[in-house]
């Protein structure tokens, strides 16, 4: 059983910045990705960044050098720093963790970003 829960979003203004967290509760004893995904209205869900146990972090080359993934092994936590976020970059943000090729999800926070 994988439990995320998500906190951090919210409304922002064009440039300014969110940090979003995500922690997980399971008794896995290692996560193998924690990372993000995102959700415009009537768009697919789409990939953000993530990184990986070794410590590997990939980007979507849209949010690469704005946005900043982190996570906490100790705390079972993922973060999210966006900077100079754009409208283009709100929807639903969705953390996820990859655990032996299984796949779970939060549950979405909002990040809504007016011009």
């Known amino acids: 059983q994988v439990q995320l829960v998500e906190s951090g979003g919210g409304l922002v203004q064009a440039g300014g910045s969110l940090r979003l967290s995500c922690a997980a509760t399971?008794?896995?004893?290692?996560?193998?990705?924690m990372g993000w995904y995102r959700q415009a209205p009537g768009k697919p869900r789409e990939w953000v960044a993530e990184?990986?146990?070794?410590?590997?972090?990939i980007y979507k080359s849209s949010v690469k050098g704005r946005f900043t993934v982190s996570r906490d092994n100790a705390k079972k936590s993922v973060y999210l720093q966006m900077t100079s976020l754009q409208p283009e970059d709100a929807g639903v943000y969705y953390c996820y963790v990859q655990i032996s090729r299984s796949k779970y999800w939060g549950q979405g926070t909002q990040v809504t970003v007016s011009a």
């Open positions: 990184e990986s146990d070794s410590g590997t972090s």
């Open positions: 399971t008794s896995a004893s290692n996560i193998d990705v």
